[in-house]
């Protein structure tokens, strides 16, 4: 065969279809196969891939905190609100008098 490719292209090619090592994903616990927004109050089970099979790297009360988790994201999830500031265009205008 004269198509046959190199070995280093084949393995190229290979390493970007390969999932990345590290990479995280949730699973119900007891329910495998069901969909990650069913039942979110369910205990779930966060993954890792180490290059070769899921293993357990954490566990997480529910969906929400499970979330935030995969996220990288800390605490609640909140965005704290900015200090209310007085508007300056109430009281203003040419129509008002100083």
Do not use: S
């Amino acid at each position: 065969m004269d198509d046959d490719e190199p070995l280093e292209q084949w393995a190229a090619r290979r390493e970007k279809r390969l999932r990345p090592v590290g990479e995280l994903k949730t699973v119900i616990v007891g329910h495998e196969t069901a969909a990650a927004h069913l039942h979110p109050h369910l205990p779930r089970v966060i993954l890792q891939w180490d290059g070769y099979q899921w293993t357990p790297y954490r566990m997480a009360d529910d969906y929400a905190a499970a979330q935030r988790a995969l996220r990288g994201i800390d605490g609640d999830g909140r965005m704290p609100l900015p200090p209310a500031e007085p508007n300056p265009m109430i009281g203003r205008g040419r129509h008002r008098k100083p």
